[in-house]
Each structure stands twice: as structure tokens, then as C-alpha cells.
């Protein structure tokens, strides 16, 4: 065997929508925790408005620049495997294949079945072969990391604007509860999701969701007031 790893199938559409659920998540509960941070210590619409887009754009940039990094670096390293995969391919056809057919046999083949398959992906296309099952990788579809920053960018947005929303549009009086109960049902929301898409349960996502909302709005509102009552 050599010494690059072997990766399992990326599975890259069910991590983008997973990617997608918890950017809104995080875009919901850090926008949620800074206007109701600013809202116990002001009820000034403006100065609301103001903390919130702020923070939307922050975090939403943030959060595209830091998945742009992230699938840029993934990117890199499937394109520096593959490489690694063609020249081995080149100075050494023999060994390859003896490895394709010991990877099939794990996976449940005869030894027989797994040589005559190994030579037919090989004649067919000795490169895609290895990438699929040796490395995991489509070489037809490797990470994008401008479809990823811009996928993260949207969700955190559509995350963010919804507690932006509830506490500017709302009269005074109800911007808070407004604002607690729609964050709240939509951390429900997200956690089921996430948990959905993970293939777990959805009890312990859902409570661990809402919790920490909660009291990530508590904690901000709590230091909101305190600066408010000292005149910060």
C-alpha cells in the first residue's frame, strides 16, 4: 500500500446542506444575541437597526471568507492526490492495480470478482478508478470554494435577517417577546434539520439548539442591561 490516505466518498451535497442549516443556525443565534444585547440597553430603533445589519454583514462575510479558505484548502489537497495517483499510475501500473483489487476485496468481493473488476475500471479509466475508490474523490466534482463562501454567505443571511426583523419592525413593547419566540422556533427548526440530515435523533439536537439560544440571548440581554443602568 502507499502512503496516502484513503478517504471514503465525500458525500458533497449532504455536507452542503448540513453547511447550510448550521450557517443559518449561526446566523440566527449571533444576530439574535447582539440585538437583544443592544436592546437591553437601548430601545432606540436605529441604534437597533444599526448593531444588526452590522453584525449580519460581519458575520455573513466571515463566514464566507472563512468556507472559501476552508474548500480552498480541500481543493488543494484532492488536486495534489490526484496528481500523486496519475504519476503512480505512470511509474508503477502493476502495483496500482494489485492495490484496486485489494481495495475491492474489502469491500466484499471475491478475489477473483475483485481482479476482473479492477482490470475492467482500469482499462476503462485507470484515474477514476483509484480517485473513487481509493481517495473517494469524483475528479469531475471537487470542491468549489466560490459555490461554498457564497452558500455560506446566503445562509447566514437568511439566518440573520430574522431576528433583525423581529426586533426593528415590531412596537416597542413587543420586540423582545416577538423576538425570543421567533429565534426560539427557529432554532427548533434548524436543530431538527441538523439532525435530520445527520441521520440522528432530533430530541437532543432540538434541546441543545433552543437552549443555547436561549441563553445566548439572556447572557447578551443581561450585559445589555447592565451597561444601559451604568450609562456605557
Known amino acids: 500500500m502507499h502512503d496516502e ?136 466534482e471537487l470542491a468549489n470554494p466560490w459555490h461554498a463562501a457564497w452558500a455560506s454567505f446566503l445562509a447566514f443571511t437568511v439566518g440573520a435577517l430574522l431576528p433583525l426583523l423581529a426586533i426593528v419592525l415590531p412596537p416597542e413593547g413587543a420586540r423582545l417577546p416577538v423576538t425570543v419566540g421567533s429565534v426560539l422556533a427557529a432554532l427548533v427548526v434548524t436543530g431538527w434539520a441538523s439532525a435530520r440530515l445527520g441521520a440522528a435523533r432530533p430530541g437532543r439536537a432540538l434541546v441543545r439548539n433552543v437552549v443555547g439560544g436561549a441563553l445566548a440571548m439572556g447572557i447578551t440581554y443581561a450585559a445589555g442591561s447592565l451597561l444601559g443602568a451604568v450609562g456605557a
Do not use: C, F
Open 5 to 140: 490516505a484513503h478517504g471514503g466518498a465525500l458525500g458533497s451535497r449532504l455536507n452542503w446542506l448540513r453547511a447550510a442549516v448550521l450557517g443559518a443556525n449561526d446566523g440566527i443565534v449571533s444576530t439574535a444575541g447582539l440585538v437583544v444585547g443592544v436592546a437591553g440597553a437601548t430601545s432606540d430603533r436605529t441604534a437597533l437597526l444599526t448593531a444588526g445589519l452590522a453584525g449580519l454583514l460581519a458575520g455573513s462575510m466571515s463566514m464566507a471568507v472563512g468556507e472559501y479558505v476552508s474548500v480552498s484548502t480541500q481543493r488543494d489537497s484532492e488536486r495534489a492526490a490526484l496528481a500523486l495517483e496519475k504519476r503512480e499510475l505512470r511509474e508503477q501500473p502493476q502495483e496500482e492495480l494489485e492495490e484496486l483489487t485489494a481495495l475491492l476485496e474489502r469491500r466484499g468481493l471475491s478475489q477473483e470478482v475483485a481482479r476482473e473488476a479492477a482490470l475492467q475500471l482500469t482499462e476503462r479509466d485507470a484515474l477514476r478508478a483509484h480517485a473513487s475508490v481509493e481517495l473517494g474523490i469524483n475528479p469531475d
